[in-house]
Nanobody
Framework: QVQLVESGGGLVQAGGSLRLSCAAA????????MGWFRQTPEKEREFVAA????????YYADSVKGRFTISRDNAKNTLYLQMNSLKPEDTALYYC???????????????????WGQGTQGTVSS
């Protein structure tokens, strides 16, 4: 239903920052919740943060709360994830995703998301 393209990944030292972007093509975000997930070879894809596009309401995994900020730019039709105070355990392939419009709640369940980007790698060195 929508094409998502992530960017902004890279290599940073612990304590550093990365700003991930997710550009959407084809459909408006307005009626949807958008989310960021991350995955490593050792761990199942896990929830990071979500935002309800229409209201700006946000929800974060406990592991990133206070360090990461999810936001959106309506004019650019782009989702962002500002990641600060990065830790080595934040190293992962980060995906943005669009949730189905029929789901409620905070948006932390990956099976409620219908569209996914290709991922962008964030690596944090110790």
């Amino acid at each position: 239903q929508v094409q998502l393209v992530e960017s902004g990944g890279g290599l940073v030292q612990a304590g550093g920052s990365l700003r991930l972007s997710c550009a959407a093509a084809g459909r408006t975000f307005y009626t949807y919740t958008m989310g960021w997930f991350r995955q490593t070879p050792e761990k199942e894809r896990e929830f990071v943060a979500a935002i309800t596009w229409s209201t700006g309401s946000t929800y974060y995994a406990d592991s990133v709360k206070g360090r990461f900020t999810i936001s959106r730019d309506n004019a650019k039709n782009t989702l962002y994830l500002q990641m600060n105070s990065l830790k080595p355990e934040d190293t992962a392939l980060y995906y943005c995703a669009q949730r189905g419009p029929h789901w409620g709640g905070p948006g932390d369940r990956k099976y409620t998301y219908d569209s996914w980007g290709q991922g962008t790698q964030g690596t944090v060195s110790s």
